[in-house]
Structures are given as C-alpha cells and as structure tokens.
C-alpha cells in the first residue's frame, strides 16, 4: 500500500546524543515536510522541502537540520537532543494537485530525557 | 496572531446526533485552502475534506461538510449521525498558496466524545 512510513516508531533519548528521524514515502510526491506535535499547540511546522535538492525552514526549526537527496527520503536531525525537544514527529508529503492535500505518517514519539 | 483557531478543547455530542466543530481562520490572501483532519488515539493524522477559497459550494464528504461562511473567516466541520468510532481529536488547518513552504498551519485542536 502506498503511503509514507516513518522509523522509529518511538525512541527515547538521552540529552546530547544525535538522533536522526526517517521518513520515506513512495507516491513520488514532490514536497514533503516535518511537523512536531506537543499537547496544546497543534502541529508545528519544522522544516519542508518542495523538491529534491532543495530545503527551507519552517516555525520552529532551531535544533533540527533536513536533507533531499531525492524524491522519496526526508531525514530529520536532531545534532544534539534537549529535553524539549521530547515531541510526537510528523512527516508528510503533498500530492501536486488543485486540491493540496498533505498525507501524514504514522508519527514518531521521540522522549528525550 | 493566530492562523487558525478552535475554541472548542472538548466537545460531547450523543450518538447518532449530528455536531459542529468551530473553527476560524485569519489571512490577507485571496487564495487559501482549509482542512480538517482526524487524530484518533491511535495517533496517525487522517484528512477528512477541503475547501478551496474560490469554491462558492460548501465542502461534503460521506458524514463530514464543512460550513464555509468566508466573510465570517470560519470553516467549521459538520459530522452528522455521530458514530463511536468519530471520538478523536480534530485539527483544522489552512494552507496559503502565497507562501513558499506551501505548508499547512494548524488549530489546536477539538477532542470530541461520542457518548453511546
């Protein structure tokens, strides 16, 4: 089944440690994104890229880099974790149509302690 | 200022009773797009329906409308004949095509409870 699939599905961190975050999706979709979600806030936008090759940053980007190398894979960085980046991890990615949707995956629940 | 906003945090609605999740946006583009999603516990982000700015009819998906009053700037969901398996969270969320990230800007969220 197509769609977008995330690694890891949960991870706890200890503070300090790099983490990378994996987001891979197979329905050849041009722009993809990352969103972190925390209780009271909504999603929040990261970082996005519009196609491969090229990267930007969203609302709350400070301590998190991305990387397009191609269609399919959106790797999140965390180079050093802090406690609050402990947060529900969103990626996506948008079809390119009228209607814009953005198709979400699974999440990842990453604890940093 | 807030994009979007849902001032509703927990709503309760019966069984097979219809009920509407407010929410209202804030933009200066002519061209925007709004959406609703879906969070049950298990956690995964599903979209439920669009409306384009430029639509003059209101959105309809199965159960789900969206009543679009564009001068009011509000775009609040319709779910009718409430089921269980409707208890979850709704986040409404809005894309401005003048922006470069073409991403979306969410609510807070609504957790709503069908009671049985």
């Known amino acids: 089944i197509a769609g977008i699939t995330q690694a890891p599905t949960s991870q706890i961190l200890a503070a300090g440690r790099r983490m990378t975050l994996r987001c891979t999706q197979d329905m050849r979709h041009n722009a993809m994104y990352w969103y972190r979600q925390d209780l009271g806030l909504g999603l929040r936008l990261i970082h996005y890229s519009n196609t491969a090759g090229t990267t930007g940053k969203g609302e709350v980007p400070d301590g998190y880099s991305v990387s397009r190398a191609n269609t399919d894979d959106f790797p999140l960085t965390l180079a050093s974790a802090v406690p609050s980046q402990t947060s529900v991890y969103f990626c996506?990615?948008?079809?390119?149509?009228?209607?814009?949707?953005?198709?979400f995956g699974p999440g990842t629940r990453l604890t940093v302690l | 200022a807030q994009k979007i906003t849902q001032t509703q945090p927990g709503m309760f609605v019966q069984e097979k009773e219809a009920v509407t999740l407010d929410c209202t946006y804030d933009t200066s583009d002519q061209s925007y797009g709004l959406f609703w999603y879906k969070q049950p516990s298990s956690g995964e982000m599903i979209f439920l329906i669009y409306?384009?700015?430029?639509?003059?009819q209101n959105a309809t998906e199965g159960r789900y409308s969206l009543n679009f009053q564009k001068a009011r700037k509000s775009a609040n969901l319709v779910i009718s004949a409430s089921q269980l398996g409707d208890s979850a969270m709704y986040f409404c969320?809005?894309?401005?095509?003048?922006?470069?990230?073409?991403?979306?800007?969410f609510g807070t969220g609504t957790r709503l409870t069908v009671i049985p």
């Open positions: 996506a990615s948008r079809r390119d149509s009228a209607i814009d949707t953005q198709y």
């Open positions: 969320a809005m894309r401005e095509r003048s922006t470069g990230a073409n991403n979306l800007f």
């Open positions: 409306q384009g700015s430029y639509d003059e």
